[in-house]
């Protein structure tokens, strides 16, 4: 079983960035696909950004597209979410969460395909 320790959230004004880091442990972690979830006060959690094992990468919310880079470092168990001109939108916790996959696996970002979560990381964007 694999573990999710997020980090990287901060308070930052409109505009700014923010990199928020996944770090996994356990074993064969690359055979995890993760993916980046948020769930803003008052909202539904959503998926943002999710990338296999294979290293396909899907960004599934529009606002977010040109703005956030997902990558990933699998000798460091870690996968990277680089968030750029944000704003008070994007204000959420941020999830990672992990599933275990086949290596030919299609990316998804449904929130119930993943078995594993982190604990979440706050990220807020304010003047």
């Known amino acids: 079983q694999v573990q999710l320790v997020e980090s990287g959230g901060d308070l930052v004004q409109p505009g700014g960035s923010l990199r928020l880091s996944c770090a996994a442990s356990?074993?064969?972690?690359?055979?995890?696909?993760v993916g980046w979830f948020r769930q803003a006060p008052g909202k539904e959690r959503e998926g943002v950004a999710c990338?296999?094992?294979?290293?396909?990468?899907?960004y599934t919310t529009d606002s977010v597209k040109g703005r956030f880079t997902l990558s990933r470092d699998n000798a460091k168990k870690t996968v990277y979410l680089q968030m750029n001109n944000l704003n008070p939108e994007d204000t959420a916790v941020y999830y990672c969460?992990?599933?275990?996959?086949?290596?030919?696996?299609?990316?998804?970002?449904?929130?119930?395909?993943?078995?594993?979560w982190g604990q979440g990381t706050q990220v807020t964007v304010s003047e």
């Open positions: 356990g074993v064969r972690t690359d055979y995890y696909g």
């Open positions: 990338i296999t094992r294979a290293g396909g990468i899907i």
């Open positions: 969460a992990a599933r275990r996959e086949i290596l030919s696996a299609t990316t998804t970002c449904a929130s119930n395909e993943y078995r594993v």
